[in-house]
T-cell receptor
């Protein structure tokens, strides 16, 4: 158990719909990262938040957005869903120590199926 | 980001040492080498990281060549539960992880 929780575990929805994925980082971790894993693209970085502020963006579609709340949990919002958005979505958390990058701890993921 | 080259797949007998190589010849001086693994559809799991010295923890050992252009992850006594995809990732700072194709390691009984 990494200490990172994600809900829901599974999500099935239809094209055109909007969903929200939730991530609670490990206690004390300030950074949250979101990754998408699809069969044809592998694990891809989407976005990074640190203590409520967006720090980096990867290959995140404009239909997707995220935020990190004051209690440090994060939500990834996916709208106007397409079949190709079906994937595993992982979040990870970490906290820098003395400015040095340290390991990311991943949650169990949310499996999104768009029908 | 430094590019990495890893074997697509490897096999190892249970109880033997599994040695997973990674080539990262374009790594920059302040990039650490991180290793993660992903057991089928689970969230990736951190294993170990190093800069230039060899490192060991309860999971594995990491050997980095003196020129830092390659490294080897060693699982000293592989078990069936070590069957996973292993990723070698050079990284600097609190940056995103860039996952390549990794090595699919199969531990055989």
């Amino acid at each position: 158990d990494s200490g990172v929780t994600q809900t829901p575990k599974h999500l099935i929805t239809a094209t055109g719909q909007r969903v929200t994925l939730r991530c609670s980082p490990r206690s004390g971790d300030l950074s949250v990262y979101w990754y998408q894993q699809s069969l044809d693209q592998g694990l891809q970085f989407l976005i990074h938040y640190y203590n409520g502020e967006e720090r980096a963006k990867g290959n995140i579609l404009e239909r997707f957005s995220a935020q990190q709340f004051p209690d440090l949990h994060s939500e990834l919002n996916l709208s106007s869903l397409e079949l190709g958005d079906s994937a595993l979505y992982f979040c990870a958390s970490s906290t820098p120590r003395g400015g040095v990058y340290n390991e990311q701890f991943f949650g169990p993921g949310t499996r999104l199926t768009v029908l | 980001d430094a590019k990495t080259t890893q074997p697509t797949s490897m096999d190892c007998a249970e109880g033997r040492a599994a040695n997973l190589p990674c080539n990262h010849s374009t790594i920059s001086g302040n990039e650490y080498v991180y290793w993660y693994r992903q057991i089928h559809s689970q969230g990736p799991q951190y294993i170990i990281h190093g800069l230039k010295n060899n490192e060991t923890n309860e999971m594995a050992s990491l050997i980095i060549t003196e020129d830092r252009k390659s490294s080897t992850l060693i699982l000293p006594h592989a078990t069936l539960r070590d069957t996973a995809v292993y990723y070698c990732i050079p990284i600097q700072g609190a940056q995103k992880l860039v996952f390549g194709q990794g090595t699919r390691l199969t531990i055989n009984p």
